[in-house]
């Protein structure tokens, strides 16, 4: 008989991650001999990352494409990449995950979920209607976090910024209606998501590195067999690597249209970076301090990047 | 299809013709098709709590109880003085008073019925009085009880934008984009009905008594506290200074001072029973709109709206020829059941299908909402005929003798909305 | 007796419901105000008032299922004589019974369901608790509709001419 894999994920149809993905599903469907079929359903239509996880847990959907604080309701080191300046580039992000990444698949797989693959979105930069050029700007900003983005509420709470926190498919319509007016996304997140129309400027300072896991209830990836997880693994690995690797490109194209369209890409301040790097050390450490993040995973990561942990004060 | 599911539709179809409640309808098709398809029925609930996932629903509540508390207030009469003050010289002076009066009323109730019942009765007295036909007057307090359904921030149009919104268009729909979208299709059927009105009442004699400009100052006056809630609410949200559902709450708040505060005319002690009925009918439609989202989740997964667009792409070849389809559809629809039904059931259906073949989904959203708004007045079930029958003690044969001009001028604006797209987007394309 | 104990559970039920949609209102207010005059929010509003809406949906449902405002499409029975339509009546009424009685049954299984995985909601209450509001509104109305069974459908008038939207 034949299975079913359904995917929910929020990018939209006709994006370039949706031809990636229905590449991968092509490629499952061929080589398992039509045994198993992966349908997508995009653009957000099966609801927010919470019912996506809830729909997960009642079998309508199987797999989902969910950003690591959205997961970390289910897996608290999910968002670990992103700590707010982790990385200085990408060199050094394809160095950490080629071996941080079994550890987190291994620790989904603890908690049900089969990671079946992680694709690196991009960095994430300040971008906003009004100008943030320093911290005066900053006030009366309207800025907003993702719903349980721990990381985002730390720093900002930090920071004394005053923070709205939605879940990702609400952020369109608060733009257009200015219940928010600042962001931090990727140049390409930003355009795919259509947020390009109203923000008009941008801080040219890489904040965090953003990922999304493309993710399998256990018990599906479990039904299937052995021959079909494989053929599945390669697939989606590839276009994981894929998308990888257009994601720098997508960001430096979307980046150059959105400048074309009159967006004010601004150096950041010395001052004004240096500000913003003390507040993202200070959450690192508190969160390994409490414990929100588990010390194996950022001794992984740091030993990886060759770095040591930041001094403390 | 399997049978089962043809079966079981079938059966639920003959319930709701037996007057279940539409939630339940909703629900039952939910159910059917979630468990066919495999599913624990949880995710019906887990549909349904979806509710709590829209940004900006509390407009509807909101703007319900705006709605109620002006009903119950004295401003239907105020309303019409003051446009017989405005209006009352020109020839079918007192008929374009009645148009404008009622579609500003339904524009803020959304619940045509009250349109019937609160001005609608002010008004045939009047018109009779005045000499207008006994049947262009009854057509005319009939057919525009849904008169002003484009206009913001009527309830229908709200409800269309979160059903809409949900679906994820790529051309995305915004309740801001749709307040903006109605207003020159709202205006055309205002006009139209005007200019029939004028040569109705060509041959009338003009009130004798001609009005002062003392009596238009009174009549401002008079009406002063309601003057500003278009501006109030157009304005709020053009000028960015308010969401819709920010809107929504200084509409309400300011309805509250006047009436309850300033005028006086609802005590603190009715307050609440008022509140609470205005709280009845949302609760109404959010119910259905809930159980709708569930329905269509399952049509979502079922990929049945992409399956119909094939389908349909088999013998409908362009956009226009589609549009037109749609029309005879909707006017069908809109007789039987009513605007709410319409809107939550026909939308997953039909807007994917729509979008198929290119039609701007605000586009659509209007092109429904004045086809379904035929169907108030389209005999023999159409819901505003009982309304007046009831409340003018008329026959229906009567009325829809009465109606048919009415249907004729209302349809052939449908028609240039349905095919002339630049009318409800021209505006909305603006920068906002 | 039962009569006025009746009308003042129902005068009660109607208070509370007005509460709701006044509460809803005021934090709406509120909010606008903290934004507008000191550009500042309460972080809690925004998931309080969209809960808020959702209750509300189910408790004003309620009141209108006592008040037969529930919209149906109710062409057919209105043209009927008085015989079949009771009948009508019955069978619309106990099957509505019947599914409400569903929903709150799945809406009981998605709060135990988040109760396996819980997140938080506002100050410290769990995302459950908000949720119970679904499995109780439901199993009301179902009671609701089941006494409506027994007793003679409304006549076909004004205000039922359909449901919720009819004026008074
Ligand atoms: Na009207
Ligand atoms: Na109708």
Redesign the interface.
């Known amino acids: 008989a034949q299975t079913q894999i359904k995917i929910a994920t929020l990018a939209p149809d006709g994006s370039s991650w949706m031809r990636e993905l229905r590449v991968a599903a092509a490629e499952v469907e061929a080589g398992t001999g039509g045994r198993v079929q992966v349908k997508f359903y995009p653009g957000g239509v099966m609801g927010t990352d919470a019912v996506v996880l809830r729909k997960m847990r009642l079998g309508q959907l199987q797999g989902g494409v969910l950003t690591g604080s959205e997961l970390s309701l289910v897996y608290p080191d999910a968002p670990a990449y992103s700590l707010p300046f982790l990385f200085s580039g990408w060199d050094e992000v394809a160095r950490v995950r080629e071996s941080v990444d079994p550890l987190l698949a291994a620790g989904f797989e603890e908690r049900g979920i089969h990671m079946l693959g992680a694709t690196g979105v991009g960095f994430a930069y300040f971008l906003g209607t009004k100008p943030m050029a320093d911290a005066a700007a900053w006030r009366g900003l309207k800025l907003w976090i993702p719903t349980n983005d721990e990381i985002a509420r730390r720093v900002f709470e930090i920071a004394g910024v005053g923070t709205i926190p939605l879940p990702i498919g609400d952020v369109f319509t608060s733009l257009q209606t200015g219940m928010i007016d600042t962001v931090a996304n990727t140049p390409a997140g930003t355009v795919a998501l259509q947020w390009h129309g109203k923000v008009r400027h941008m801080v040219d300072l890489p904040l965090t590195y953003v990922v999304a896991y493309l993710v399998l209830d256990q018990r599906a990836w479990e039904r299937l067999s052995a021959g079909d997880q494989a053929v599945l693994a390669r697939a989606f690995a590839a276009a994981a690597a894929r998308m990888d690797a257009n994601a720098r490109r997508d960001d430096e194209a979307a980046l150059a249209a959105m400048q074309r369209q009159g967006l004010q890409v601004s150096p950041p301040d010395p001052a004004e970076a240096a500000r913003w790097r003390r507040f993202g050390e200070q959450v690192q450490r508190d969160m390994e301090a409490d414990g929100s993040l588990s010390p194996a995973i950022l001794a992984a990561i740091r030993a990886a990047r060759g770095t040591p942990a930041p001094a403390a004060n | 299809m399997n049978d089962g599911l043809i079966l079981g539709l079938v059966l639920i179809l003959l319930?709701?013709?037996?007057?279940?409640?539409?939630?339940?309808?909703l629900?039952?098709v939910a159910?059917l098709g979630?468990h066919l398809?495999?599913?624990?029925?949880?995710?019906?609930?887990?549909e349904?709590?979806?509710?709590?996932?829209?940004?900006?629903?509390?407009a509807?509540?909101?703007f319900t109880?705006a709605g109620y508390v002006l009903g119950e207030s004295g401003a239907p009469r105020r309303l019409v003085r003051l446009s017989e003050a405005l209006l009352g010289w020109l020839p079918g002076g007192l008929a374009i008073v009645a148009l404008v009066a009622c579609a500003f009323f339904t524009a803020f109730t959304?619940?045509?019925?009250?349109?019937?019942?609160?001005i609608g009765a002010l008004l045939y007295p009047a018109l009779r009085e005045a000499g207008y036909p006994q049947n262009y007057s009854l057509g005319l307090v009939t057919s525009s009880g849904s008169l002003g359904l484009l206009f913001a921030p009527s309830l229908p149009l709200i409800l269309y934008g979160f059903v809409a919104?949900?679906?994820?268009t790529?051309q995305?729909v915004?309740i801001?984009a749709l307040f903006l979208a109605g207003i020159v299709p709202g205006l055309l059927m205002v006009a139209v009905l005007s200019g029939h009105a004028m040569w109705v009442g060509r041959r009338l004699p003009r009130p004798v008594r001609k009005t002062g400009k003392g009596d238009l100052r009174a009549a401002l006056r008079d009406a002063g506290w309601e003057l500003p809630l278009p501006v109030l609410v157009l304005g709020g949200i053009y000028s960015?200074l308010?969401?819709?559902?920010?809107t929504?709450?200084?509409t309400?708040?300011y309805v509250?001072v006047v009436t309850v505060g300033i005028k006086k005319e609802i005590t603190l002690g009715k307050?609440?029973?008022v509140?609470?009925?205005?709280?009845?009918?949302?609760?109404?439609?959010?119910?259905?709109?809930?159980l709708a989202m569930a329905m269509s989740?399952w049509l979502?997964?079922q990929e049945v709206p992409a399956r119909l667009f094939e389908l349909s792409r088999g013998w409908i070849h362009s956009p226009l020829a589609f549009l037109l389809a749609l029309n005879v559809l909707l006017l069908f629809a809109g007789m039987?059941?009513?605007?709410?039904?319409a809107i939550v059931i026909l939308t997953p259906l039909l807007l994917p299908v729509a979008v198929g073949y290119g039609v701007h989904p605000v586009h659509f959203g209007i092109v429904m909402l004045a086809n379904l708004q035929i169907g108030y007045f389209t005999p023999p079930?159409g819901?505003d005929l009982?309304?007046a029958s009831?409340?003018f003690g008329i026959g229906l044969p009567t009325l829809v003798r009465a109606c048919l001009p009415f249907f004729l001028l209302v349809g052939l604006c449908v028609l240039l909305i349905t095919w002339w797209p630049a009318l409800s987007l021209g505006v909305g394309s603006l920068p906002g | 007796m039962r009569r006025r104990w009746l009308q003042g559970l129902h005068r009660a039920e109607d208070a509370l419901l007005a509460g709701l949609l006044a509460a809803l209102l005021l934090l709406a207010v509120a909010q606008i105000g903290l934004r507008v005059l000191f550009d500042a929010g309460l972080d809690w509003a925004e998931p309080v008032s969209r809960t808020g809406v959702l209750w509300l949906a189910l408790f004003g449902a309620l009141g209108a299922t006592r008040e037969r405002r529930q919209i149906a499409v109710d062409a057919l029975p209105r043209l009927l004589a008085a015989g079949p339509r009771r009948l009508l009546w019955v069978v619309a009424q106990a099957v509505a019974a019947a599914v409400s009685a569903a929903l709150a049954w799945f809406g009981l299984g998605m709060v135990l369901l988040e109760r396996e995985a819980p997140v938080p909601f506002v100050a410290g209450i769990p995302s459950w608790v908000p949720m119970l509001a679904v499995p109780a509104g439901f199993a009301l109305m179902a009671l609701r509709f089941a006494i409506a069974a027994t007793l003679p459908p409304p006549e076909p008038d004004v205000a039922s001419a359909s449901g919720a939207e009819a004026g008074r």
């Not at chain 2, 398809?37 to 887990?46: C, F, N, P, T």
């Open positions: 319930l709701a013709a037996c007057g279940l409640p539409l939630f339940a309808v629900a039952a159910i979630f398809a495999g599913y624990d029925l949880i995710v019906v609930a887990v349904f709590y979806r509710l709590a996932d829209m940004p900006g629903l509390v509807i509540p909101l109880l959304g619940a045509s019925g009250m349109t019937i019942v609160a919104g949900q679906l994820q790529e995305p915004t801001e960015g308010f969401t819709a559902s920010e929504a709450a200084v309400a708040l509250l307050l609440p029973a509140i609470a009925e205005a709280g009845r009918m949302v609760g109404a439609v959010l119910l259905i709109l809930g989740n979502v997964d039987l059941m009513d605007i709410f039904s079930v819901m009982f309304i009831y409340r």
